[in-house]
T-cell receptor
């Protein structure tokens, strides 16, 4: 099946630093990728839609200057958490759809971010 | 705004017992999808339902889509320890292609 690779799987950083998370579609091209955030024991909350070659679209309440998204190619989207603070600690998951395989999403393995 | 509600939040069963999780949407959905997330893992697609009243089976799992296309259920017959995880329903967010809104999930634990 389609594979979405997400890296790193976990990261610990100091408050004030920036962290970059990569999401790659390994065997298909994804013009659109989605970034979700998940707190423990909670659902997935859509943060933003990453569009190849254009600006990302952010959901209401998500700071675009805080969560920078770049979708430079058809197989790579990156999420950068800028000036991270402890409240940014969360599980971040990317997903992508292979348009040749209907509407289901393939998820990356997620990144657990802990900000000290 | 659009909401997808899922109940129960937690379900603890004895191995061999049945399990059902229910999903209700505030809006009519063009389709509904179900995902399973194992502890420490990421969501994995299970199935998509599209038609009103549709019922699909995958071995011990039975998925239903309501006639009004606003609710859905997942039923597991004779649960096994491998069924442990959180089950999420998800529907299209508005008419914005590809975006999904997820229910809160039902966490299933199975006691051997």
């Amino acid at each position: 099946g389609a594979v979405v690779s997400q890296h790193p799987s976990w990261v610990i950083c100091k408050s004030g630093t920036s962290v970059k998370i990569e999401c790659r579609s390994l065997d298909f091209q994804a013009t659109t990728m989605f970034w979700y955030r998940q707190f423990p024991k909670q659902s997935l909350m859509l943060m933003a839609t990453s569009n190849e070659g254009s600006k990302a679209t952010y959901e209401q309440g998500v700071e675009k200057d805080k969560f920078l998204i770049n979708h430079a190619s058809l197989t790579l989207s990156t999420l950068t958490v800028t000036s991270a603070h402890p409240e940014d600690s969360s599980f971040y998951i990317c997903s992508a759809r292979d348009s040749s395989r209907a509407v289901k999403l393939f998820f990356g393995s997620g990144t657990q971010l802990s900000v000290l | 705004g659009q909401q997808v509600m899922q109940i129960p939040q937690y379900q603890h069963v004895q191995e061999g017992e049945d399990f059902t999780t229910y999903c209700n949407s505030s809006t009519t959905l063009s389709n509904i999808q179900w995902y399973k997330q194992r502890p420490g893992g990421h969501p994995v697609f299970l199935i998509q339902l599209v038609k009103s009243g549709e019922v699909k089976k995958q071995k011990r799992l039975t998925f239903q889509f309501g006639e009004a296309k606003k609710n859905s259920s997942l039923h597991i017959t004779a649960t096994q320890t491998t069924d442990v995880g959180t089950y999420f329903c998800a529907g299209p967010l508005g008419n914005q292609g590809g975006k999904l809104i997820f229910g809160q999930g039902t966490e299933l634990s199975v006691k051997p």
